[in-house]
């Protein structure tokens, strides 16, 4: 039982302190972190959370693009984001946490800009 | 003319005569509010496992029943907030982001910034209506004393949980608040909950806001503008990949 207390904090706390609000996290995995490089296609500062689609270049060279959920513009402002914080064709490097079911998606943890700039942080 | 709000002008001046004798103790909670804590009902506590709702042995392992299932499958399925519907009342008082209240002769009004909720508290002396419509954020009538504003609510939707945990409540719920200013920076409001269907004896909590930073102002929030994240038949939350991702 304290087993599945702790088990069931993790997929509940991690999950609910980074965004939620909105909805459950669960479909990513918080146990796990995957970092890609890209561009960014698009920026969606909106509601209720935002989204970055980045377009890397898988193992065999293909381009290949991710959809990455962030936290709301309510959130993300009070942390320094703006909506100019990313534009398309920037260089990134994200940290997500990936979909359990290995599909192109992800929750976002870190943006980190070209210039080694983490955004959000001064 | 047995709505409230639908009183004719000339009694406009006994409302505010009620409104000026019923805020004679009253206190200013003007502002923009964060609140502290977690963001489930009960404040102490980020666990849902560690929850002790005192519901009635059937609620209790409806409620046990799912938090394990959540536990085993990673799958939480009841939150309709997920499909944008709002928290309702007592949730909106226990959510992230923060909340505005602004006081006015005869009203308290409460704004949440999540799902943009506006919960209106009448402190103009009404009762509540006879047979009041259902709504989520239910009908509030508050009054003052020295300077606590105790606040009465019916009627609310019970198509919502009492937080993300899955905690149900019945259509009898019935809230009580005692809100009041610890000091100038700091809210206190005591919510105390009374479900006759559900609960055993009443389940009373205190959760705490901090006023906002100066200058800080209330954000839209339109959850329908982008939401990637419908629900799926399971009752789980998917997401909406893009562009060749979404193969």
Known sequence: MKQFASAFAAAFTLTALPAIAHHSFAMFDMKKD????????DFQWTNPHIWIQLVSQDAQGKAVEWSIEGNSPSVLARQGWTKRSLKVGDTITITMHPLKDGTMGGDLVKAVLADGKVVGVE | ???????????????????????????????????????LFDPTTRDPMQLKPPY???????FDDYRKSVVETGVSRLDPTAGCLPPGMPRMMSVVYPMEILMTP?????????????????????????????????HSIGRWEKGVLVIDTVAMNANTLLDQSGMRHSPDIHVTEHMRLVDHDTLQNELTLEDPVAFTHPWTVTRTFKRAKPGEEMREYVCMENNRNPIKSDGSVGVILQGNGAK
């Open chain 1, 34 to 41: 995957v970092v890609v490089t890209g561009q960014v296609k």
């Open chain 2, 1 to 39: 003319m047995a709505v409230p709000s639908l009183r004719p002008a000339a009694a406009a001046g006994a409302v505010s005569r009620a409104t000026q004798t019923n805020n004679a103790a009253a206190a200013d909670f003007s502002g923009i509010w964060v609140r502290q804590g977690s963001f």
């Open chain 2, 56 to 62: 009635k042995p059937d609620w209790m392992k409806s």
């Open chain 2, 106 to 138: 005869g009203q308290v009004t409460i704004i949440t910034e999540w799902m943009g909720q506006i919960r209106r508290v009448y402190t103009d002396g009404r009762k509540h209506p006879e047979d009041p419509d259902v709504t989520y954020v239910g």
